[in-house]
């Protein structure tokens, strides 16, 4: 009953995993399409990313990884589109959860900023840069930061491509997850970097 119960289970999760899969496809071709719309709404940044978050708590106990939370204010209301900054935010920390070792952290932040220039030093890959007509007052910082083994220098530039998979990485995947967050944050006129430590 045990192994009914187990491979019931994987069957499960590998249903929803491909579902995941076709649903992001189908965005990509729709963001590609030119057929995807925002449709914001306001809401607070943040007790909405640490739900989101918290969602992430039953996948990570059984590896011991620790999820934290941090933000520099208590409160960003902002107009966002749901559905898509819970895509963003998904695929994130699901690339977080899936790259890092056991006993390790995995932290989302929040950052209310004045220039996106100064909060991207030197050693960050810059995937996506707003457009130069952005005139912002004021952004948020959306950062997940992990303690995986990290990415080569060289792979960097690759990350965000549509089906890059970094080379001889055994957590695998599908190279479509990454690639949607870059399409989704150009769709918002935002900006999106790539840092890793040795």
Do not use: C
């Amino acid at each position: 009953l045990a192994k009914l119960r187990q491979a019931g289970a994987l069957i499960e999760r590998n249903g929803t995993n491909l579902l995941q899969l076709v649903n992001q496809l189908l965005d990509m071709a729709r963001v590609e399409a030119h057929a995807l719309t925002l449709q914001p709404v306001q809401a607070d940044l943040v007790p909405f990313a640490k739900y989101l978050l918290g969602g992430f708590e039953s996948l990570v106990a059984s590896r011991d990884i620790q999820l934290l939370f941090e933000s520099n204010v208590a409160a960003i209301p902002m107009a966002i589109d749901k559905d898509q900054v819970q895509t963003i935010l998904y695929n994130l920390l699901s690339n977080a959860i899936k790259f890092s070792e056991d006993n390790g952290t995995i932290a989302l932040s929040l950052k209310l900023e004045s220039d996106w220039q100064t909060a991207l030093n030197a050693k960050h890959y810059r995937a996506v840069t707003p457009p130069p007509n952005a005139h912002w007052n004021s952004w948020v910082a959306i950062a997940v930061r992990d303690t995986g083994s990290g990415i080569p220098a060289d792979q960097l530039p690759s990350v965000f491509d549509r089906f890059y998979q970094v080379p001889a990485n055994e957590a695998g995947g599908s190279g479509i997850g990454l690639a949607l967050v870059k399409e989704l944050v150009l769709l918002m006129e935002g900006a999106l970097a790539v840092r890793s430590r040795p």
